[in-house]
């Protein structure tokens, strides 16, 4: 069975920076691209950023503006997101995701997710 095990969140004050771990299992990690999404309560799930296997990465520049960083150890089977700069907005369940595709997280619906870690921002 494929897991995807989220951790690292946590209460932060504003312009605090935490770093989020996914831990796979089931899957063969290197070949999979792997990604993070987001919601925030009474809001849709949305796209943040994700990492291909090769490890090119895959992020909308005007979203991310710097505030955050992914990378993965394929020794570990963990992808991270570092966030940065934290702003009370980014308060959200911050979900990992799983792709074979080798062009990245390509659509809303990535084969695998996990079961969220809570960010949450103080002002």
């Known amino acids: 069975q494929v897991q995807l095990v989220e951790s690292g969140g946590g209460w932060v004050q504003a312009g605090g920076s935490l770093r989020l771990s996914c831990a796979a299992s089931?899957?063969?990690?290197?070949?999979?691209?792997m990604g993070w999404f987001r919601q925030a309560p009474g809001k849709e799930r949305e796209f943040v950023v994700a990492?291909?296997?090769?490890?090119?990465?895959?992020s909308d520049a005007n979203f991310v503006k710097g505030r955050l960083v992914i990378s993965r150890d394929n020794a570990k089977n963990t992808v991270y997101l570092q966030l940065i700069s934290l702003k009370p907005e980014d308060t959200a369940v911050y979900y990992c995701?799983?792709?074979?595709?080798?062009?990245?997280?390509?659509?809303?619906?990535?084969?695998?997710w996990g079961r969220g870690t809570q960010v949450t921002v103080s002002s």
């Open positions: 995701a799983a792709d074979a595709s080798i062009y990245g997280i390509t659509s809303s619906r990535p084969a695998y």
């Open positions: 990492v291909t296997s090769r490890g090119d990465i895959q």
């Open positions: 089931g899957l063969t990690f290197s070949t999979y691209a």
